[in-house]
């Protein structure tokens, strides 16, 4: 059974500060894995979807990486702002049913100016 | 386009009542996801529709959960009775079906509370 766990749980920085999110899966046989952030009292957005193919995307000050054989990802955030300031999650689809999506509990920035 | 819509956006409501929960999804969007966020168990899938059809609904809690989609831009979760252990956020998600298009447009979200 696909296991989504993210480290830290929560994070403070000071701003202008690169950092990295980690999230790792204990089932390698991935379709894809997509990072997304959630605002407090809103719903997620989309921030990064890798498929099982790539090693990498970047969006802006965000990069995203996947080791499929080690079962990890970071989100790295660089240049941290106060409006990154977020929870951050992971998802992976479950084994055989791409649409099925397996979360991580998420870690909760905070980025102080 | 709005984004996917859902109502009401808090709910509070006593034990025992009917709660019914509403979603209209991102236009030609053909599938459709209800959600459950709580601190302790995080995010978790509820039931999923494609076409209008449920597809999977093994994350349903218990009989007291249905969900209906009528046609292709509404969706219902029905909770009845409602119980105290029933208050979370709900979410509804769409996203289109073509290959490699996989990433899910969330609502903001139903906040409930069962008192």
């Known amino acids: 059974k696909q296991e989504v766990t993210q480290i830290p749980a929560a994070l403070s920085v000071p701003e202008g500060e690169n950092l990295v999110l980690n999230c790792s899966f204990t089932?390698?046989?991935?379709?894809?894995l997509q990072w997304f952030r959630q605002d407090p009292g809103k719903g997620l957005t989309s921030l990064l979807l890798i498929q099982s193919s790539q090693r990498e995307q970047t969006s802006g000050r965000l990069n995203a990486s996947l080791d499929k054989s080690s079962g990890r990802s970071t989100l790295y955030i660089a240049a941290s702002q106060p409006g990154d300031s977020a929870t951050y999650l992971c998802?992976?689809?479950?084994?055989?049913?791409?649409?099925?999506?397996?979360w991580g509990l998420g870690t909760s920035l905070a980025v102080n100016p | 386009d709005a984004g996917v819509i859902q109502s009401p956006r808090h709910e509070v409501t006593e034990m025992g009542q009917e709660v019914t929960l509403r979603c209209k999804p991102i236009?030609?969007?053909?599938?459709l996801f209800w959600y459950r966020q709580t601190m302790m168990r995080g995010l978790e899938l509820l039931i999923y529709f494609n076409n209008n059809v449920p597809i999977d609904d093994s994350g349903m809690p218990e009989d007291r959960f249905s969900a209906k989609m009528p046609n292709a831009s509404f969706s219902t979760l029905k909770i009845q009775p409602s119980e105290p252990r029933d208050s979370a956020v709900y979410f509804c998600?769409?996203?289109?079906?073509?290959?490699?298009?996989?990433?899910?447009?969330f609502g903001p979200g139903t906040r409930l509370t069962v008192l």
């Open positions: 998600a769409s996203s289109w079906g073509w290959q490699g298009s996989d990433t899910q447009y």
């Open positions: 998802a992976v689809p479950n084994a055989g049913n791409n649409r099925k999506l397996i």
């Open positions: 089932d390698s046989a991935i379709y894809n």
């Open positions: 236009s030609g969007h053909d599938y």
